[in-house]
């Protein structure tokens, strides 16, 4: 299973952008999608991620100090989660990852299998 991420880049402070992320590849559930950060020389930190508690719907969590700028939202049909960062700010600088938590099938059991994408860089400048 693999991760793909896209939507990052430049913006100046005050701006927008939109992270997607989609997995593919072998028989899988998503139990939870969500997105880290990781900026120069700080240790990755969570940004967000989407909780399945169902096949179709789920609830969503977030950095306590990320609420009401950041929102993740999930498309549980097409394996695919978002994240919308408004108001940004110099210090959202960051490599951001997804990252998903899932059930994949082998052919005979169904395994746990985390996976990151490849990190997207968004810069934001001031």
């Known amino acids: 299973v693999q991760l793909q991420a896209s939507g990052g880049g430049l913006v100046q402070a005050g701006g927008s952008l939109r992270l997607s992320c989609a997995a593919s590849?072998?028989?899988?559930?998503?139990?939870?999608m969500g997105w880290y950060r990781q900026a120069p020389g700080m240790e990755r930190e969570l940004v967000a991620d989407?909780?399945?508690?169902?096949?179709?719907?789920?609830?969503?969590r977030y950095a306590d100090a990320l609420k009401g700028r950041f929102t993740i939202s999930r498309d549980y049909a097409n394996h695919t989660v978002y994240l919308q960062m408004n108001s940004l700010k110099p210090e959202d600088t960051a490599v951001y990852y997804c990252?998903?938590?899932?059930?994949?099938?082998?052919?005979?059991?169904?395994?746990?299998?985390?996976?990151w994408g490849q990190g997207t860089l968004v810069t934001v400048s001031s």
């Open positions: 990252n998903a938590n899932l059930e994949v099938w082998d052919g005979s059991t169904w395994h746990a299998q985390e996976v």
């Open positions: 590849g072998g028989i899988f559930s998503n139990n939870i």
């Open positions: 989407a909780v399945a508690d169902s096949p179709t719907s789920g609830h969503t």
